[in-house]
């Protein structure tokens, strides 16, 4: 493991942590949640706004960046971070993952993925070495090795087959990001499915390559929740305990805290902005719906507990107007709320595990949840 | 004249002045840009936006509100500021005009103007005394006199009896707002179309009547500029030197600055809101459009001049990508702006004014404003 290490483990309670990760922009406090900026930009938000959130770090994705307005263009401009002006830590995932949900008419190969972009058909192939290529085009300060994620549930063979050729271009990919210049990170990710003896093979090649951190992908793909949960417990402890742990594509409130107590440190979801668009807020006592008509006359903001500049000044009889009347701003209202929640729903779990109360911590976090008996991802 | 005052002229050179109107939520620095938050919200921004973009007092539209939520309800919310989070001073307009513009079967009597509700279909009757009593319970620090207004080109009689009918009304309204609380204001309309002599009987008769503040209406619905700025200089000398002048629905930046030359002291507009949503951006040297192509690599900002929080951060390549992406951030980027924009204008109007160097201030402003040769409402 010839890999410099930027992971700052502060404390743990049980197997949660808390820890504190050093990129080139800047710190990142975990657990961290990371927005999503998709193609260059938060749905709903300026990112003064998703640095008022509370957000240390921003997740953009490769694939479409890379379409457009495209990594050399990016790259001339003097990178994501000039381009976009969000001047933070920013994490790029590979591409791959959005190319088999997005694309067109793809094929993968043991070299490369090709496809046709869903915006304009034109022919593109994406493989390891230029996927890499791409993300330092953009200067992500954590680059995300390409693999090939299987959504479950999947056969045994084809969730061995994609593990394995995942591997195999993780070490394509450390070995492009070779010249990357120091600070810089690259991730490799856990893949095996739904399978416990395929994780650990994933996760025991990975750390043989070596990694500045691990994510655990190919989980949030139609599985339960407890298979979900099942997966990390097996996957994480095989991980090496002083590098940051990455869940990609993961959750609710609640999946996020059941993720940092068995271990996990960092997430990324878009579910805050695509919820906050059609009205779905998430709060401490669950999730609520602003076009509900109860909320007429309900001047108590979204969540009474949250500290957020849209419940410090906004009802919800006002938001449910401002939807009725067609007005964007709720949706970016609403989307504002949702990532300072998820956000400070972590820094909430940080504080505790520091203070080793993580589990009463979690326990009344979860309690709280189920007032509204909805946390999940339905608008 | 029985009416107290609560502006206080400071300046003037040549016929153009500065001036302070204190209101029951705060102090207006005129010449004075008037946002336009129709529904209750200023679209695409959030308050906190609006406040920063520079704006003293906000418009809010009385035809819109009284329909949805209510006016009722709104009242019983605690009023607009309370409402809609925006705590400064707001001005808003008797619905008159979007009754005109908006509903269907509308129907103009001596009593009030019977018409359906573009929402609902359900028939609502406006009269001069239920738009004071509307505004009233919004809580308008400024409330107009419902007038009819009459689109250009028209015939002498119907501007005759429009503005004759405006004046009967423009009693009643202030008979209605009589019980107004000290420091609320009421604003009478001088109508009379494109023909001086009816201008002067209406502004002869308003003044008669007596309000805390003038209005110029029936401008901008479809006369060429050189009309509009004649019917100001006929207008603004027969209005009381004392009292704050405004100028309703109007306009470009290179209107405001020749109606600031005529003694206009307030304006309102939807312009910056309705073409930030399209892309159109008003800047120090004309008007751009984000979607040009020839934006693909301009790291500059929207206008070099303007010190924005947009302009500060993000450049044309980074929104016309974001347009080009379908991001409705650009919306609201370009709408902060462009209110920025208008409130700015006013604002170097201001000083240019108080340092008795507004004439060259104008020339050069509006000799910048050519560059582009775009100053019109065009998205």
Not at 95 to 121: C, N, P, W, Y
Not at 233 to 240: K, S
Not at 320 to 346: D, K, P
Request: hydrophobic letters at 40%; a neutral charge; glycine letters at 10%.
């Amino acid at each position: 493991m010839d890999v410099p290490n930027h992971f700052e483990l502060l404390a743990t309670d049980g197997a949660a942590r808390a820890g504190r990760l050093t990129t080139p922009h800047g710190a990142v406090r975990t657990p961290a949640f990371m927005p999503v900026g998709t193609a260059g930009a938060m749905k709903g938000m300026h990112w003064r706004e998703v640095r008022d959130a509370g957000a240390d770090i921003v997740l953009g994705n490769t694939y479409h960046l890379m379409l457009r307005p495209g990594a050399e263009r990016i790259a001339e401009l003097g990178g994501l971070q000039t381009f976009t002006g969000w001047r933070g830590p920013m994490l790029t995932d590979s591409g791959g993952f959005q190319v088999m949900s997005l694309s067109e008419l793809r094929k993968v190969s043991e070299k490369a993925v090709t496809f046709r972009s869903h915006i304009d058909g034109a022919k593109v192939e994406l493989s390891p070495e230029r996927s890499i290529e791409v993300q330092r085009l953009l200067g992500a300060d954590i680059a995300m090795q390409m693999d090939e994620c299987v959504r479950l549930p999947a056969g045994r063979d084809d969730i061995e087959r994609a593990m394995q050729l995942s591997l195999r271009w993780a070490e394509r990919s450390k070995h492009a990001f070779e010249t990357a210049p120091d600070g810089y990170m690259l991730f490799g990710i856990v893949q095996g499915g739904d399978i416990p003896e395929m994780r650990h093979v994933s996760a025991r090649g990975l750390v043989e390559i070596g990694f500045h951190g691990y994510a655990i992908g190919g989980l949030a793909v139609g599985e339960p929740q407890a298979v979900m949960l099942a997966m990390i417990e097996e996957t994480a402890p095989a991980l090496p305990v002083d590098r940051p742990r990455y869940l990609m594509g993961v959750g609710t409130p609640a999946d996020l805290l059941e993720a940092v107590a068995r271990g996990i440190d960092m997430f990324d979801c878009v579910m805050p902005t695509r919820n906050g668009r059609t009205g779905g807020a998430f709060t401490s006592a669950g999730k609520l719906n602003i076009r509900n008509a109860k909320f007429i006359t309900d001047d108590r903001p979204l969540d009474e507990q949250c500290p957020c500049s849209v419940c410090r000044r906004y009802s919800r009889s006002y938001l449910r107007h401002l939807y009725q009347a067609g007005e964007m701003t709720v949706a970016t209202m609403i989307s504002h709320h949702n990532v300072s929640f998820f956000i400070n729903t972590m820094r909430e779990a940080r504080k505790a595990i520091m203070n080793s109360r993580f589990t009463e911590f979690r326990k009344a976090f979860l309690a709280g949840l189920a007032e509204t008996g909805n946390d999940g991802d339905v608008s």
